[in-house]
């Protein structure tokens, strides 16, 4: 149901496979939306390779902790289809939350936020508060809690991939085009964001039309954070480990568009981070836009505190009418 502030949920839960230390279920995939929209459900059973087009039902359902009276509601839509065998038991359960614009002529991109937090939890400060932001821009914005340590892993990034397939699906509703989905992230959800727009997995529609990138964690290999490391990969991982989750290598000419700033002075999380993503960007003939601000501390956010380094909103801002989106 809607919260009060325009936001619609969804929950994307997995049933049937037992996980140790989960008190949760996998197997078939469904989006779960609780408002005026009624869900809609991705795949059938546990280990299917085929996300089948055609009817689904789904039910509605509030955010966690208001559970009661869920109806059931039959829907048919599109459907949309991927490859990975083994995709549905691999994942865990996330949340996404809906910020639609406000209403328009014609629909409007959505961006899919992913706050940062070590990869240990979820800075609020860069989750719905940035949804309102992009709202305010007049685009649709869809927060992802994507999953944390211990599962770590290829958790967080097969959360963002179901997440990016059901808004290319039309998950956001009718005022969004699934035709133009973009990802923002902070921090652990910046590397999380460059992870989803490279590598061998993003093809189709998983990957996102362009990228925005907040102080991002990039060089597990060369410049590993302890914390997001140890949450993401474990204890003492080995290099080849390390550099499989280093995205400076992860960059092709398909990556898409790139915004990224970051503080010369981050305490956290090293600037050499950004630079060295932009430098992968500018070989591999990927358009970038970066900015280094001389000073301010690591995880701002969208800098309210901070007038100077909060340019960045601005300069965003202007980056996305460039690319066609506002």
């Not at 087009?53 to 009276?69: D, F, H, K, L, Y």
């Not at 038991?89 to 014609?106: I, K, V």
């Not at 969004?176 to 992870?195: C, I, T």
């Not at 280094?292 to 901070?306: F, I, M, R, S, T």
Request: aromatic letters at 8%; one cysteine or more; hydrophobic letters at 40%.
């Amino acid at each position: 149901m809607p919260d009060g502030k325009g936001t619609r949920w969804l929950l994307i839960t997995f049933n049937n496979v037992q996980y140790p230390g989960c008190d949760g279920s996998m197997g078939g995939f469904r989006v779960q939306s609780a408002g005026r929209t009624p869900g809609r459900e991705f795949g059938s059973g546990a280990g299917s390779g085929t996300w089948p087009a055609g009817p689904a039902e789904a039910s509605r359902v509030a955010p966690a902790g208001a559970r009661r009276a869920v109806a059931c509601t039959p829907v048919r839509w599109s459907g949309i289809r991927t490859q990975e065998a083994n995709l549905v038991t691999e994942l865990l359960d996330g949340r996404l939350s809906l910020h639609p614009a406000p209403e328009s002529s014609e629909p409007a991109p959505v961006v899919l936020v992913l706050p940062g937090g070590g990869y240990c939890g979820h800075a609020p400060h860069e989750a719905e508060v940035v949804a309102d932001w992009l709202g305010g821009l007049g685009l649709n914005a869809a927060v992802l809690r994507y999953r944390l340590r211990p599962q770590g892993g290829t958790g967080p990034l097969d959360d963002a991939r179901a997440a990016m397939r059901a808004l290319r699906a039309g998950a956001a509703g009718p005022g969004a085009d699934p035709r133009r989905v973009g990802v923002l992230g902070f921090s652990a959800g910046g590397h999380l964001a460059a992870w989803l727009a490279g590598g061998p997995h993003a093809h189709g529609g998983e990957r996102p039309d362009l990228a925005v990138l907040c102080y991002p964690v990039v060089s597990f290999a060369h410049l590993p954070p302890p914390g997001s490391l140890d949450a993401l990969l474990g204890p003492d991982p080995s290099l080849a480990d390390r550099r499989a989750v280093s995205l400076e290598y992860a960059v092709h000419p398909a990556t898409p568009p790139v915004f990224c700033w970051h503080t010369a002075d981050d305490g956290a999380v090293d600037v050499e981070h950004s630079l060295r993503y932009a430098t992968a960007l500018r070989r591999a003939g990927v358009p970038v836009e970066l900015h280094v601000l001389p000073h301010g501390e690591h995880g701002l956010g969208l800098a309210p505190q901070d007038p100077y380094v909060g340019r960045w909103a601005r300069w965003c801002a202007e980056w996305f009418a460039e690319q066609g989106w506002r």
